[in-house]
């Protein structure tokens, strides 16, 4: 029969802290309606002040880090009653920083690091980036080759990422950058903080087949960090960058980042055009339900490894992409004279068939954000299933001896 399946109780407590966080939220929806005059970003800025002056913007934090020291079971509780009411837990263009980088910064940085940057990150004065992947490397993310050279109290950078997502935005990035050449490649990796807005750092965006630019590639050339701006200790760059994927995986399983076409809008085209009589249609349907309440449920286990969660939410997207192609066509292919991205991102309630349209083209990006399906599938096989490691003759070589593309 198996082991029993163990229910978690709820602590002490939740149902009160489930009405402050509803309190809190009825309070702050002006600051999450679209105000004209207003960018999302400072909507979403405005937000998170309110909501971190409130106690509810470091939930699962310390204490003494600005935080109410509470599990995540409350940190899960308020994301709950975010979703119920349509407020965005995570504010547009501030989810790399509040699901990534300061998690990191809270775990592994210094006393300094934290009291420099997690206060302020929360409340979203500042906007972060993810400095980790490189033209060269490709999905060998150890073999970056952007250089960080000690010059006195400061690091002194330069090299190349790409598909950082934000960063026209951003104001830091954590940046993973190569300070030991004459070691093995993953050991020589140090994580840094770099600030963004400096002549030495020149973003340049990519421009998606969406109409829309989340992405760009970033030059740096002589950039300058200060010395102690390392997090974690120099040379153990790869082990937080491990730790850094873990919290991006549970963060986009959880429904943080690109969103699939929510499963409510496509029941509701097909009630649109008729199709809901339609025995193929209706087990389309129910398989993107099912997919739904699978992903909500994996996010309620605890302890699971965040690959899983982020694996269904990519095959919910593409299902999703694929039912809404057929029931939208031939409107979904097409937009009404302006970009696809005109709309907001995500928002799927746009003028008739652009929403659609940005829906269907962005979905192949959910099995790529965040790592491949290929990377999550090695991930899992190897760290949860203890399956043999693919081989890798060039893991015990100093770096500097591997060979490269040019």
């Keep these: 029969m198996g082991e029993p399946l163990v229910v978690d109780e709820p602590p002490p407590g939740l149902e009160e802290f489930r009405a402050e966080v509803r309190g809190f939220l009825d309070q702050v929806h002006e600051l999450t309606s679209h105000a004209s005059g207003e960018s999302t970003l400072e909507r979403g800025r405005a937000y998170l002040a309110a909501r971190f002056d409130a106690g509810l913007g470091a939930i699962d934090y310390p204490v003494e880090n600005g935080g109410r020291g509470l599990d995540n079971r409350y940190a899960r509780a308020f994301r709950v009653e975010a979703a119920r009411r349509k407020s965005d837990d995570r504010a547009p263009g501030f989810g790399i920083g509040l699901d990534m980088c300061l998690p990191t910064i809270r775990d592994h940085g210094s006393d300094d690091l934290r009291a420099r940057f997690l206060a302020s990150g929360l409340r979203g004065d500042d906007v972060w980036c993810q400095l980790y992947s490189e033209p060269g490397a490709g999905s060998d993310l150890a073999g970056l080759t952007t250089r960080a050279v000690r010059d006195g109290d400061e690091w002194v950078v330069t090299g190349q990422k790409v598909w950082t997502t934000g960063a026209a935005d951003a104001d830091y990035g954590i940046l993973l950058a190569r300070t030991d050449w004459d070691v093995p490649k993953h050991a020589g990796i140090s994580m840094l903080v770099l600030p ?96 739904t309440r699978i992903i909500q449920w994996v996010n309620q286990r605890q302890d699971l490894h965040p690959s899983i969660a982020k694996l269904w939410r990519s095959r919910q997207g593409r299902d999703a992409s694929h039912v809404t192609s057929g029931l939208a066509f031939p409107g979904g292919a097409a937009w009404l004279g302006d970009p696809m991205g005109a709309t907001e991102p995500g928002d799927f309630l746009g003028a008739a068939g652009s929403h659609w349209a940005y829906g269907i083209c962005d979905s192949t990006a959910h099995s790529l954000g965040g790592g491949t399906d ?21 893991r015990g070589l100093p770096f500097s001896q591997v060979p490269k593309n040019s």
Excluded: C, Y
């Design 196 to 291: 963004m807005r400096q002549p030495a750092v020149e973003v340049r965006a990519l421009n998606q087949m969406t109409g829309v630019a989340h992405f760009n590639e970033i030059f740096m050339d002589g950039a300058r960090i200060p010395a102690d701006w390392v997090v974690g200790e120099e040379g153990d760059g790869w082990r937080l960058a491990v730790a850094l994927l873990a919290h991006e995986r549970s963060s986009i399983g959880a429904g943080g980042g690109r969103q699939p076409i929510p499963t409510d809008r496509i029941i509701d085209l097909a009630r649109s055009t008729g199709r809901t009589t339609d025995p193929l249609v209706r087990q389309d349907l129910a398989r993107l339900v099912t997919g």
């Design 374 to 394: 290929e990377v999550q599938k090695n991930t899992l096989g190897e760290r949860v299933l203890g399956l043999p490691r693919e081989p890798a003759p060039d």
